[in-house]
């Protein structure tokens, strides 16, 4: 029996927007019926250790981006009884503004990211809108502000955090995303975050359109399966399936946030 010690992981959905497949898929079928994205953050708790993974966006990007802003994903997490004030660490699977926004509302965290995501997010290639598009140039520079005040933690590949965590550089996406290894009561569990936006984009080979290496995503599916036992427990990064496949851990909290190891 493992004595590593398990974590309960939730999803937590805060914003929702309606697309159709060809803004999902290389190659979609724009006749295709539409297919809505979510926005997750989500939580790891263990008895001995809360790490939070992403801090989401909130309502003024919300209304400039057109996406439907249903709650800030700090209220979700107060819910599930974690004060962002209090966190101690926030993990950054990436630097887009859907994955960052709201890191005022963690004052005490010290941020987990890859040392290859902030060069690219301040690099050359944010001279061009196609790669810079999904970037908030506030929300990068308050980054390296983070970084000048010594809260940023910067990991080079992949890192064992602890003996039940570890960090895996996956990139295509962008370069530096990573994503999350857990070790829960199930066995392990990744949050694959934005290397695989749905699930279809990795169990049909379809890469997501903002890429900035397609190669390298489509090899970072290989990745993640590697990090797994049952390729069930690669928990995708927008797919509204995810809130339909797994159960909420109480009825207040049906439709904000889901238990993903139960």
Not at 20 to 43: C, K, L, Q, R, T
Not at 65 to 82: D, E, H, N, Q
Not at 119 to 141: H, I, L, N, Q, W
Not at 227 to 237: A, M, N, S
Request: with cysteine.
């Amino acid at each position: 029996m493992s004595t590593l010690q398990p974590f309960k992981v939730y999803a937590i959905r805060y914003a929702t927007v309606a697309r159709h497949a060809s803004e999902n898929f290389i190659g979609g079928d724009p006749h295709e019926s539409g297919m809505d994205m979510d926005y997750f953050v989500w939580v790891a708790i263990s008895a001995g250790k809360t790490w939070v993974i992403d801090t989401g966006f909130n309502a003024a990007a919300a209304a400039k981006r057109k996406r439907t802003f249903l709650r800030c994903p700090t209220a979700g997490l107060t819910l599930l009884g974690v004060d962002a004030a209090q966190v101690e660490d926030v993990i950054v699977t990436h630097l887009h503004y859907d994955h960052i926004g709201n890191f005022d509302k963690f004052p005490r965290a010290r941020f987990h990211l890859q040392d290859a995501e902030l060069a690219y997010a301040t690099g050359r290639y944010m001279a061009k809108p196609f790669f810079s598009g999904a970037y908030e140039v506030d929300e990068v520079v308050a980054m390296v502000r983070n970084v000048y005040a010594g809260r940023v933690q910067f990991h080079q590949g992949d890192v064992q955090l602890a003996p039940n965590i570890s960090l895996h550089l996956i990139g295509g996406h962008t370069r530096g995303l990573q994503a999350v290894r857990l070790w829960t009561e199930s066995g392990w569990l990744v949050l694959a975050s934005d290397a695989s936006h749905y699930l279809a984009n990795m169990t049909e080979g379809r890469p997501f359109p903002i890429v900035a290496d397609v190669c390298a995503m489509a090899d970072g599916w290989d990745k993640l399966r590697s990090l797994v036992d049952d390729p069930r427990r690669i928990i995708p990064g927008h797919d509204p399936a995810v809130m339909h496949q797994f159960k909420s851990p109480l009825p207040a909290l049906a439709g904000i946030a889901v238990r993903l190891d139960a």
